[in-house]
């Protein structure tokens, strides 16, 4: 199994510019989750799917974020218009349905938002 | 709600030492508790879980934590530190209903001296 497949790994743009992260979770899997990582806040979550239905997106910062899960095999996290303070390492876990909440983490997108 | 509290964002310990990361946990029902570790720059991983059953669990990289309800504490041990326990650890909980949603703490970050 090639595990939580995150892409793109580094990402620099410029402040106003739409960023796009996506996810590939593990096969068989139906919970999908979106944490950000920041030295000020820590791991926090986003968003997370059920059966690619978002279930609690209370995490989400702000209307600029956006998430989708079309199908069970991919994820997008959307930010529109970046920010410099939306400069984070941003992670994809997914977990099967009787996995006891155990997580399987991505290698995470870091954002650089100039 | 449920939340986390780790002691001491910052370990430090010689090779061969007594390994001692604090965490309590605040949750109003039963929870699930987790320890993962990240190491630089990589995804976390998880170390050990306990759901229920047995108090004291045993994890990978000879790690184990034990579940104390009266003292609402997760602390995680390992007898003999080694050089490539340096890492970051954090400690998360969660709800048997919330499918995984994991709420983590700050992290405490192991340094480990020759």
């Known amino acids: 199994d090639a595990g939580v497949i995150q892409s793109p790994r580094h990402e620099v743009t410029e402040m106003g510019q739409e960023v796009t992260l996506r996810c590939k979770p593990i096969?068989?899997?139906?919970?999908l989750f979106w944490y950000r990582q920041t030295m000020m806040r820590g791991l926090e979550l986003l968003i997370y799917f059920n059966n690619n239905v978002p279930i609690d997106d209370s995490g989400m910062p702000e209307d600029r974020f956006s998430a989708k899960m079309p199908n069970a095999s991919f994820s997008t996290l959307k930010i529109q218009p970046s920010e410099p303070r939306d400069s984070a390492v941003y992670f994809c876990?997914?977990?099967?349905?009787?996995?006891?909440?155990?997580?399987?983490f991505g290698a995470g997108s870091r954002l650089t938002v100039l | 709600a449920q939340s986390v509290t780790q002691l001491g964002s910052h370990v430090s310990v010689s090779e061969g030492a007594l390994v001692l990361l604090r965490c309590n946990y605040s949750?109003?029902?039963?929870?699930?508790l987790f320890w993962y570790v990240q190491y630089p720059n990589q995804g976390l991983q998880l170390l050990l879980k306990?759901?229920?059953?047995?108090?004291l669990v045993k994890g990978i990289n000879g790690f184990e934590a034990e579940f104390k309800k009266s003292e609402t504490s997760f602390h995680l041990t390992k007898p003999s530190a080694h050089m490539s326990d340096a890492a970051e650890y954090f400690c998360?909980?969660?709800?048997?209903?919330?499918?995984?949603?994991?709420?983590f703490g700050q992290g405490t970050e192991l340094s480990v001296k020759p």
């Open positions: 949750s109003s029902v039963p929870p699930y």
């Open positions: 096969s068989g899997h139906d919970y």
């Open positions: 876990a997914s977990s099967p349905p009787s996995g006891a909440n155990v997580l399987t």
């Open positions: 998360a909980v969660s709800l048997y209903n919330q499918g995984g949603k994991l709420i």
């Open positions: 306990y759901t229920t059953g047995a108090t």
